[in-house]
């Protein structure tokens, strides 16, 4: 078998900073990313290597058993040994009886490639020698989750986010009418696989933000419109602002206080269907004349009596 030497992978020497393996990979990522390679082979092969590098050399806990058991040491580990339980000298021993060498393991370069598969014949049984290839299978890569907010003018007219995933920037469309807390699924955008397994998906949460004015309710909306006293009572044309712009509405003459009105295909877009949108409900919210002067006191006096004439005395 080939031993897989991660720190030469990655173009670091044995006693590389977790800085120093950071930077290597970011170098090295972007310059083998298949997104930048055209669908490259070698290079994609390559992107994978120190996909698998940086994985285990960025971990302090994998980088240390890696460092004492080679790049076999989670098959070890999965045997039910534990690597700071493992005598050396033993194996060593063995293997100089056998060779009459004393070269099996080097503590900079790790293990040679006959040391290595007689390592695990005699830890493991041919068998598990034997299987080792197999438990190197591809490896799907990590779903990732994450989370945004639009505010519900981003509701109307859809809008995109940019999130930046494995080193490269990746466009995400949210179309008009996505309800609060929907999940969007991006394939292949979360965790890289390995050995040739499929990357992992991402998925967005799509928030959305409390709106001063308007309540949502379904692709419905509802919105409070103040109204004067004058136009509920006489009728008239008033601007109702909504999503789209101000549009003209017309108050009927004697609107009363708390009356809705139903203002059709001015709520919010059906998600993914064409053309169809909710309603906007109006509701009046009529405004009491502030401030009045002398005349206009007189004139609701008169209004009054009007309404209500003194009875005459009883005779």
Same mark, same amino acid.
């Given at each position: 078998?080939?031993? /897989? ?17 950071? /930077?290597?990979?970011r170098t090295l990522v972007k310059? #083998? #990313?298949?997104?930048?390679?055209? *669908? ?12 698998e590098a940086n994985e285990v ?38 293997? $100089? =009886?056998? +060779? =009459? ?35 190197? $299978? ?19 007219? *859809? ?19 996505? +309800?609060?807390?929907? !999940? ?5 955008? *979360? ?6 397994? $499929? ?38 044309? +008033?601007?109702? #602002?909504?999503? !789209? *712009? !101000? ?54 006096? !008169?209004?009054? $009596?009007?309404?209500?004439p003194v009875p005459e005395p009883?005779?």
């Open positions: 078998m080939d031993y /897989k030497d991660y720190y030469k992978d990655l173009g670091l020497e044995r006693t590389a900073t977790p800085a120093e393996i950071k /930077k290597a990979y310059k #083998h #990313h298949p997104d930048k390679n055209n *669908g490259d082979k070698a290079s994609e092969e390559r992107f994978k290597v120190i996909s050399l960025s971990d302090p806990e994998k980088r240390k058993k890696y460092d004492q058991l080679g790049a076999d040491w989670k098959h070890y580990e999965e045997a039910g040994a534990q690597p700071n339980g493992f005598d050396w000298s033993k194996y060593a021993n063995a293997r $100089a =009886n056998q +060779t =009459n060498q004393t070269n099996s393991y080097s503590s900079n370069t790790g293990f040679s490639d006959e040391s290595v598969n007689d390592f695990f014949e005699m830890l493991f049984g041919q068998h598990e020698s034997r299987q080792r290839g197999r438990r190197r $299978a591809a490896t799907s890569g990590a779903d990732y989750e994450i989370e945004t907010t639009i505010s519900l003018e981003e509701v109307f007219h *859809g809008t995109t986010r940019l999130i930046n995933i494995n080193e490269q920037t990746i466009r995400v469309t949210i179309k008009p009418g996505i +309800t609060d807390l929907q !999940k969007l699924r991006i394939p292949g955008k *979360g965790g890289l696989g390995i050995n040739g397994g $499929a990357n992992g998906n991402l998925y967005l949460t799509v928030k959305v933000a409390p709106h001063a004015e308007f309540h949502r309710k379904g692709n419905d909306i509802q919105y409070t419109l103040p109204v004067g006293l004058y136009t509920a009572v006489l009728g008239g044309k +008033t601007q109702v #602002h909504t999503l !789209k *712009g !101000k549009v003209t509405a017309n108050i009927p003459k004697g609107t009363p206080n708390g009356k809705i009105l139903r203002l059709r295909g001015l709520g919010l877009p059906v998600y993914e269907k064409k053309d169809e949108f909710g309603n906007l409900y109006v509701k009046i919210d009529i405004k009491l004349p502030e401030h009045l002067n002398d005349e206009e006191i007189e004139l609701f006096k !008169k209004l009054a $009596a009007l309404r209500n009883a005779i």
